[in-house]
């Protein structure tokens, strides 16, 4: 049973998480967005290493392997909400992950799914369609404001593509965190780690508006990469104090959060196929999570 603090814990971090990609998609170019959260997640994590222990050797594989993954997944993140709204580039980055882990453990590590998870998973691609559905005017507009490219379909690439990673740097983290054996400050190196790739990358291919960033925007940019970390610090705390599954299915409360950020916040309009299908993604990735 998971006590109500817990849950109100991580449903904050589920909010938590939605709110800093809705700080990254509301700048003018995401990409910058990204550096300058990358350039706060990196300080506070540095910050909090003295009281931390390095990680042992057979965690370093794991960290640079996830380093890597997580500079793609930063740029692949930025690409997408550079094309696509926010209410269809995050559930689908988001809901595609959990089944790509499990569809690559039931590929390679020969693991065997009930009928609640292979319902699960049907639901999944059935949502994700759902997401990805146009309307017809939608997509006259689309077309166009990129003056004839497929703004939309480049947004649903790059989603997919960021849904990848995010599966790749789950996979590593986990077996990361084990060969650590401290899962905190694994956390706390890995957020370190990670950010100088991306703001280094941002920094050359961006030279030209990187450094030329409105103070407001990078001061909300580097809000957002605390909001990230304390996003994923609250779940890894809740891992331990409650079921694993349950904190995972509810942690993916973070996509109607998201949707809901997306029509009230940035004024986004999804039509209601869209609004059906994320509501299924929320409630098929749960049940997969907790089979």
Do not use: Q
């Not at 890597?68 to 550079?82: G, Q």
């Not at 280094?200 to 990469?225: C, E, H, K, T």
């Not at 349950?246 to 997306?262: C, M, Q, T, W």
Request: with cysteine; glycine share 8%; aromatic share 8%.
């Amino acid at each position: 049973m998971i006590s109500t603090a817990v849950l109100l814990a991580v449903l904050a971090s589920a909010l938590l998480h939605a709110t800093w990609n809705a700080v990254v998609k509301s700048r003018a170019d995401p990409t910058i967005g990204i550096a300058w959260l990358s350039v706060g997640s990196g300080v506070a994590a540095g910050l909090a290493l003295p009281f931390v222990a390095v990680p042992p050797a057979a965690a370093w594989p794991f960290l640079l392997a996830s380093t890597a993954i997580h500079t793609v997944y930063n740029l692949m993140l930025a690409t997408a909400y550079s094309h696509g709204d926010f209410s269809r580039v995050y559930p689908i980055a988001r809901g595609g992950a959990p089944l790509i882990v499990t569809l690559a453990s039931l590929a390679f590590l020969k693991e065997e799914l009930g009928d609640r998870a292979l319902i699960a998973i049907c639901l999944i691609l059935l949502a994700i369609s759902g997401v990805a559905w146009r309307r017809a005017g939608e997509r006259r507009a689309r077309h166009e404001r990129t003056d004839g490219a497929s703004g939309g379909d480049r947004s649903l690439l790059f989603a997919g593509l960021t849904a990848v990673a995010i599966a790749g740097y789950t996979i590593a983290d986990g077996l990361g965190a084990r060969a650590a054996g401290d899962a905190v400050a694994y956390i706390l190196w890995l957020f370190f780690i990670d950010a100088w790739p991306t703001i280094l990358i941002i920094a050359w291919m961006r030279r030209d508006r990187f450094y030329r960033a409105p103070p407001g925007d990078i001061v909300r940019s580097m809000a957002g990469g605390l909001l990230s970390m304390l996003a994923y610090g609250i779940v890894v705390w809740a891992m331990v104090s409650a079921p694993v599954a349950v904190v995972a299915a509810l942690r993916e409360s973070s996509i109607l959060f998201a949707a809901l950020i997306g029509v009230f916040v940035l004024k986004e309009r999804p039509g209601p196929v869209r609004i059906a299908a994320i509501v299924l993604l929320v409630a098929a990735v749960a049940l997969l999570r907790l089979s």
